[in-house]
């Protein structure tokens, strides 16, 4: 089994290619706290070659838990130091739990594939979920919702109504990978929320995530009274990162319906907008401004691009690239607000498609989280910007279905 480990890990930097580490026992579920582990024959470099990076770490190393199925003989890689052009301008809270919790964590698009690897959490440190009424989950079918209901009484015209999509790339994460997030925006947001476990990529591919998001938006239109007790004019949308395309593109596909559905506030969170983004920085340029910032590498956004949309031809269509509307569908859709992190690949392209909102005359709120890579939203247990970002997520909706 693959083990989650706990790593306390000093680095210094030298030229040599990263050394291995082979976990004493990698069927453990527990190990004993303050085993020495050394990566490097010594703490000097004297080899000399200038060609290679090279980690030497010193650690202390208790494992936490075994998450996700892998061979029976295992070496994990200390393949993901910070990279020493980001750490100047990254979050110190950030640089510090990365390279506690993050270093030596495998991350899906470097192993091979197989769908398990969804059982384990998409992103370390997030908060406990709150308590709310009730959470409840109901089948549509092909997927699943749950919905999380506020305690007391609902008002006389039912509660406003969030749905929820998932970040994940479209390939990761599930009903419970944001449960923190969802029970806080029921919470703070008095309302109810339903989380949408759509299905994912590779398995199943564009459009199939967007097909899931219009059956749940219409599923609330229809059950907003029976089951939901919510009021049926007061419906918000939201999403982080894969989830906040969807989002977005479930926005311009609401005044399509038949009949057409009333959304009256977006929230995007870190949103994927344009498909066509690479590297190069030729379409936006913090691909390559960020290219290399933590966990969400263009390496890794391009992986989960090709699982996701495995056809070209599909990424300038404007219900996978939602910056690809004309300004006709735009005027149409509800407020936004939308938040950045200074150091994601994504960055550009979510302020992007709030200007594109706001030239068309929907009102638009951008905040930009200065130091921040891509995954702060989903570590807001261990990180203060993350915990503000979320408050600031439940603000903004509260105040939109007030």
Not at 47 to 62: I, M
Not at 185 to 212: G, I, T
């Amino acid at each position: 089994m693959l083990l989650s480990a706990r790593v306390s890990v000093r680095i210094l930097w030298c030229y040599r290619r990263p050394a291995r580490v082979r976990p004493a026992s990698h069927r453990a579920t527990t190990a004993s706290v303050g085993s020495s582990i050394v990566v490097g024959p010594s703490n000097k470099c004297t080899h000399g070659s200038p060609s290679l990076p090279c980690l030497f770490v010193f650690s202390t190393f208790s494992i936490l838990t075994t998450q996700i199925p892998e061979p029976d003989t295992i070496m994990t890689e200390l393949r993901y130091p910070l990279h020493p052009d980001i750490v100047p301008r990254l979050d110190p809270e950030y640089a510090a739990f990365h390279d506690e919790h993050l270093i030596a964590l495998p991350q899906a698009h470097d192993l091979a594939w197989d769908p398990k690897i969804r059982s384990g959490p998409t992103v370390p440190g997030s908060s406990t979920p709150l308590e709310v009424g009730s959470v409840k989950d109901y089948s549509l079918g092909k997927f699943e919702v749950r919905v999380f209901t506020p305690e007391g009484t609902a008002p006389s015209a039912g509660w406003p109504v969030f749905i929820f999509f998932h970040g994940g790339g479209w390939t990761l994460g599930n009903i419970n990978s944001e449960n923190a997030f969802s029970s806080n925006m029921c919470k703070h947001a008095n309302s109810v929320v339903v989380s949408v476990d759509y299905r994912l990529a590779p398995e199943h591919p564009y459009p199939a995530a967007v097909e899931d998001a219009v059956v749940s938006l219409e599923w609330v239109r229809d059950h907003a009274k029976d089951i939901l007790h919510a009021d049926p004019t007061k419906i918000a949308i939201g999403g982080s990162s894969s989830g906040g395309n969807l989002a977005a593109i479930l926005a311009l596909k609401a005044p399509l319906l038949s009949p057409p559905v009333k959304v009256i506030f977006q929230l995007l969170i870190v949103p994927v907008t344009d498909n066509t983004a690479d590297v190069s920085g030729a379409q936006q340029k913090s691909w390559a401004e960020n290219a290399n910032t933590p966990w969400l590498s263009p390496a890794k956004m391009i992986w989960f691009k090709n699982n996701y949309l495995p056809n070209a031809e599909d990424w300038t269509k404007w219900d996978a690239s939602p910056i690809f509307a004309d300004d006709s569908q735009l005027r149409l859709t509800p407020k936004a607000w939308i938040a950045v992190t200074e150091l994601d690949i994504l960055r550009d392209e979510g302020i992007a498609y709030g200007e594109k909102l706001r030239k068309v005359g929907v009102e638009v709120e951008t905040k930009v989280y200065k130091g921040a890579p891509h995954p702060v939203m989903a570590m807001d247990g261990a990180l203060s910007i993350g915990k503000q970002l979320v408050a600031d997520a439940a603000a903004a909706l509260a105040r939109a279905v007030s």
